[in-house]
């Protein structure tokens, strides 16, 4: 495939597109969650437990499917990664628990291929002036394609019923994988085919310590990845579980909440361009994501703090401030690692760290989940996921004080 374009600038298109369809996919089920768990038989606050599975089948992706991941090449990667998801919403639709278990695995799964893949393809291409704002771009793609699935999943739901939404998701995920077959030539140069990926390689049990081992060896990228995991906990919560607080708990209606949840993410998509911007003039992205944590959990109680069958336009508002600090820290932290990172691993160090990340998108849901069948109520489980962003912001405070001139190596 030729191109006048440069090619930074098609692999940019290409990873964000694929964020974006990643995220959609993987959002399908939050967004839905009211309708498909009273359909499946289950409380609505088990969506925190589904929730939490799907992030599980991320990190078990990601602990031992590296050899794969090198294997494949990044493009490859991605389209397998969207064709394990369509395979788990096949199984979602057919609306029995126990394959739910099954499907939020393979979706998590799918959605693992993402960051390692997306990383490896900026690392190569992206201007070295601008990187943490391609990545914040790239990363943006999260947050508009759960955007766009509030947007249309929930009035599809509502109109025809949760299964025909999750056929408009299976139908996305699979033209996604056609569309970018023509530049895998361009963007796969790195792909390492001689990698074996045999059980042996897939399953050594060194695997299970490799992140926390090579995180381990740079004090930097440990405690920047630390608060990402606490960042993960707030945003995994805010995405489970803000449509069905909304719905369930305020008494707005299902196209309502998704056009409020909308707002937070696209919220979301302007704050990861604008702040990825704003960290590379500072040049000092750990000190931004700190500030940026004790400004999100302040929004959180605001969020938390909506009265019962509250205003639309004032629900939007607040759900759009959330999002802008909530949910817009992840491409500064990706652009850091990936510096931080020896330039021949990338792919490795992105993947560990990521592992450790999405331990938070697995603790947030299921500790709000717990929460909310402990107190009964669900603004209290908020303010306790935010309290715990504010503790990492002042122990990273702490952090950066003591390293002085040296925390931004």
């Known amino acids: 495939m030729s191109s006048r374009l440069p090619l930074w600038i098609i692999a940019l298109g290409t990873t964000l597109g694929m964020q974006s369809v990643a995220s959609f996919l993987n959002q399908s089920l939050p967004i839905i969650a009211p309708l498909l768990m009273a359909g499946a038989g289950l409380a609505p606050e088990r969506i925190g437990n589904i929730s939490s599975l799907n992030s599980l089948g991320t990190v078990l992706f990601l602990m031992f499917g590296a050899p794969v991941l090198l294997r494949l090449g990044p493009i490859r990667s991605l389209q397998m990664g969207a064709l394990l998801a369509v395979a788990g919403l096949a199984l979602a639709a057919s609306g029995y628990w126990p394959l739910l278990i099954v499907a939020a695995l393979l979706m998590g799964a799918?959605?693992?291929?993402?960051?390692?893949?997306?990383?490896?393809?900026?690392?190569?291409?992206?201007?070295?002036?601008?990187?943490?704002?391609?990545?914040?771009?790239?990363?943006?793609?999260?947050?508009?394609?759960?955007?766009?699935?509030?947007?249309?999943?929930?009035?599809?739901?509502?109109?025809?019923?949760?299964?025909?939404?999750?056929?408009?998701?299976?139908?996305?995920?699979?033209?996604?994988?056609?569309?970018?077959?023509?530049?895998?030539?361009?963007?796969?140069?790195?792909?390492?085919?001689?990698q074996k990926i045999g059980l042996r390689q897939l399953f050594h049990p060194t695997h299970v310590a490799a992140p926390f081992h090579l995180l381990g060896q740079s004090p930097t990228m440990l405690s920047v990845t630390a608060l990402a995991f606490s960042?993960?906990?707030?945003?995994?919560?805010?995405?489970?579980?803000?449509?069905?607080?909304?719905?369930?708990?305020?008494?707005?209606?299902?196209?309502?909440?998704?056009?409020?949840?909308?707002?937070?993410?696209?919220?979301?998509?302007?704050?990861?361009?604008l702040l990825g911007w704003l960290a590379d003039r500072t040049g000092r992205p750990a000190h931004n994501l700190t500030v940026q944590a004790f400004c999100a959990a302040v929004m959180m109680w605001f969020f938390a703090g909506l009265p019962v069958h509250p205003a639309l336009w004032g629900t939007s508002l607040i759900c759009a401030g959330t999002g802008f600090l909530a949910a817009s820290w992840n491409g500064i932290y990706m652009a850091e690692i990936a510096r931080l990172s020896p330039p021949n691993r990338i792919t490795e160090v992105t993947s560990s760290s990521t592992v450790v990340t999405f331990l938070g998108y697995i603790v947030g849901p299921s500790l709000y989940s717990l929460l909310v069948t402990i107190w009964g109520g669900w603004r209290m489980p908020f303010l306790v996921i935010a309290a715990q962003l504010a503790v990492m912001a002042l122990v990273q405070t702490v952090v950066l004080a003591r390293r002085g001139p040296h925390a931004r190596k």
């Open 110 to 194: 799918g959605y693992a291929p993402s960051p390692p893949a997306g990383s490896k393809i900026l690392a190569a291409t992206a201007p070295p002036d601008h990187r943490t704002l391609i990545f914040s771009i790239k990363q943006a793609g999260a947050p508009a394609g759960g955007a766009l699935a509030g947007l249309i999943l929930a009035p599809v739901a509502a109109i025809w019923g949760w299964s025909a939404a999750l056929l408009v998701s299976i139908a996305l995920g699979l033209a996604a994988c056609l569309v970018i077959s023509p530049v895998r030539l361009l963007l796969d140069g790195e792909r390492d085919s001689t």
């Open 231 to 273: 960042f993960a906990a707030v945003q995994g919560a805010l995405t489970s579980f803000s449509i069905t607080y909304l719905f369930t708990g305020l008494g707005l209606s299902l196209e309502q909440a998704g056009f409020a949840f909308a707002c937070m993410q696209v919220a979301g998509v302007v704050a990861r361009i």
